[in-house]
């Protein structure tokens, strides 16, 4: 049964930091591109971070680089999303992504950035 389970997710001041864990099980982690998705009240979801299976290419939307880092240990089957500098407009719930020739998501963390 494939699994992807985040935590991670809380309430944070503007400018704080949060790291997002996503704990994968059910299939061959190594072998799946990564990726966090995020999604707030009314909007689409977007994509805000990912990296490959092979040589951990990195690739990030344009509001959030600089800012977060995605990185990945195949030995512990999880993939992380480190954010510092959190602004209000972060606020949304973030989802986990694995994809190869199918696609898994996880049920998401909700990160919430206010004063």
């Known amino acids: 049964q494939v699994q992807l389970v985040e935590t991670g997710g809380n309430l944070v001041q503007p400018g704080g930091s949060l790291r997002l864990s996503c704990a994968a099980s059910g299939f061959t982690f190594n072998n799946y591109d990564m990726s966090w998705y995020r999604q707030a009240p009314g909007k689409e979801r977007e994509l805000v971070a990912s990296?490959?299976?092979?040589?951990?290419?990195?690739n990030y939307a344009d509001s959030v680089k600089g800012r977060f880092t995605i990185s990945r240990d195949n030995a512990k089957n999880t993939v992380y999303l480190q954010m510092s500098s959190l602004k209000p407009q972060d606020t949304a719930v973030y989802y986990c992504h694995a994809r190869r020739f199918v696609e898994y998501w996880g049920q998401g963390t909700q990160v919430t950035v206010s004063s």
């Open positions: 990296i490959s299976s092979t040589v951990g290419r990195t």
